[in-house]
């Protein structure tokens, strides 16, 4: 019976033991509560703020940038004028006189110049074009109206201006192939012809 209860007692000394261990763990584990920031006193306006300490709005009020703006007393007319100035100011250009010079000479040497309205079209379609009129030996050309302008003004063809309002397409042939023209033409919807000139005679677009 001795050694029966000194066992228990060993066993009860053991769970005790543990007992004690185990809340010795815990005190050590260090504990993170659940933090949440709130403003004291609401939220911020920021339509109406809230005037600053003395101290501070005197700094404020003496490092403040000052400078006497050129538009003061100056109405927007006057200011849109200035601007319209600088704009009208055009520089010359040697390399939109080459191109003009260029462009003087595919009217001079062409037996055929198509006119087109030309609306929004992809890269691959203008291409496409490009290529179906060079293969018949015609030549897809874009154009500015200035440089136009400067090629054929005072000439001849001035009468071809008028086509030039938007964007537009110019093919130039060296042969009047018109059927040819007329089946590419068809192929592409964003081209509208609007006039042609052949053989050096301006003609009308009413073609159907």
Known sequence: ?????RKGKRQCYSRHFEWDQFIFLVLLETI???IQLKRYRGKINLRRPRAPHFEKAAFLALTKPWFISTKKDKKPFDLCQGFKKERTQEEDNPFQK??????YRW??????????????????????????????NMHF???GKKTLEMAI???????VLDFYVSQNMTVFSPEPEIKKMLKIT??????VLLGLQYMRENLSAKMN
């Open 1 to 5: 019976m001795a050694l029966v209860s």
């Open 32 to 34: 993170s509560p659940l």
């Open 98 to 103: 080459i191109i003009a010079q260029e462009l």
């Open 107 to 136: 009217f001079t040497t062409s037996r055929l110049v198509v006119f087109y309205h030309h609306n929004p079209m992809n890269s691959d379609d203008e291409f496409m074009a490009y290529c179906m009129f060079k293969k018949e």
């Open 141 to 143: 050309k874009k154009y």
């Open 153 to 159: 003004k005072g000439t001849p063809y001035e009468a």
């Open 186 to 191: 068809k192929k592409f919807r964003q081209l």
